[in-house]
């Protein structure tokens, strides 16, 4: 069972940059691909970010590219996401996922538990 614990949640100002870091349990965490998701309030969850078990390919969703990065290191078991130029429209709890079988179009096995971002203008 793999344990995902996100933090670096925040409240900050419209064009303020946040890292978030997510900690993962799995010993074989370098099998795992890894992505960030986001839920804003009356929204559904949507996709961020995903980056393959290696690090050396990511995907991100449009409204974030050029701004956000995701990043990892499997010798610590971490996740990273780097938010820079935030936006009030960022606001929303984000989620940090894994699954070996990927995390893009599809739902990840494994969740950690959010970690609210809130954007002021």
């Known amino acids: 069972q793999v344990q995902l614990v996100e933090s ?8 303020d940059s946040l890292r978030l870091s997510c900690a993962a349990s799995e010993r074989t965490f370098n099998r795992y691909f890894m992505g960030w998701f986001r839920q804003a309030p009356g929204k559904e969850r949507e996709f961020v970010a995903a980056i393959d078990s290696s690090g050396a390919i990511t995907h991100m969703v449009d ?9 990892r290191d499997n010798a610590k078991k971490m996740v990273y996401l780097q938010m820079n130029s ?6 929303a709890v984000y989620y940090c996922a894994g699954d070996q079988r990927g995390v ?7 969740w950690g538990q959010g970690t609210q971002v809130t954007v002021s203008s």
């Open 63 to 71: 409204s974030v590219k050029g701004r956000f990065t995701i990043s």
């Open 86 to 91: 935030l936006k009030p429209e960022d606001t």
């Open 8 to 15: 670096g949640g925040g409240l900050v100002q419209a064009g």
């Open 104 to 110: 893009v179009g599809r739902t990840p096995a494994y």
